[in-house]
């Protein structure tokens, strides 16, 4: 089952529609933020739309693999921040479902787009060579964009929800965190166990 579903992930077949999809999800995902941007000063417009350039990261992983290049600095900072927003963005959306009361279709389909965000991060993972300082300086790069969201007050608008920003500045912190041991734990601690067992005569 596993070679299966590896055979899928390296099809290039299958790769060119992972690149596509993710390349427009991309581009609408900044059209999204238009509005936004306009009001935002030059100097913060990286930090506001931080789900697109998230799939960014991954459209240019995937696009690397179709050229067999690989880029681990990239690896380290798509799979951190797919799983960051990807996961944020699902919460952010059933949170406004409680605030408001409704759930449109457009927040299904956020819904269900970005909880793929943070799954195809972490099923490319096995190919990712990520070394500890490029998780480093992804962790850096995540922090710093909390600091811009929640101290300088650049965070993606979300409906009402700034009614509840401390509480989502707070949350936002501790998923950062989470998404650095995810990223450290399927590219590095995962493999040298992996790597352990075989040397023992194991098969993991």
Not at 149 to 173: A, C, N, W
Request: charged share 10%; glycine share 4%.
């Amino acid at each position: 089952m596993v070679e299966y579903i590896f055979s899928w992930l390296t099809n290039r077949y299958f790769l060119w529609i992972l690149f596509i999809v993710n390349l427009f999800g991309t581009i609408y995902g900044y059209y999204w933020y238009r509005f936004q941007l306009a009001d935002t000063e030059p100097i913060f417009l990286i930090f506001v739309p931080d789900s697109p350039t998230a799939s960014l990261f991954f459209t240019i992983v995937i696009f690397g693999y179709l050229i067999n290049k690989q880029w681990p600095l990239i690896e380290a900072l798509a799979i951190i921040t797919l799983f960051k927003y990807g996961i944020w963005a699902v919460v952010m959306n059933f949170l406004t479902w409680g605030v408001t009361g409704q759930m449109s279709a457009v927040a299904w389909m956020l819904v269900i787009s970005h909880a793929a965000m943070a799954l195809q991060g972490i099923l490319y993972s096995s190919f990712f060579r990520i070394k500890y300082w490029h998780i480093l300086v992804a962790a850096l790069w995540t922090f710093h964009n909390d600091v811009i969201d929640y101290v300088y007050m650049q965070y993606p608008v979300y409906s009402r929800l700034s009614e509840k920003i401390e509480h989502i500045g707070y949350f936002t912190f501790w998923l950062s965190v989470a998404s650095i041991l995810v990223a450290w734990y399927f590219c590095i601690h995962r493999k040298d166990w992996q790597r352990t067992l075989h040397m023992k005569g194991f098969s993991a």
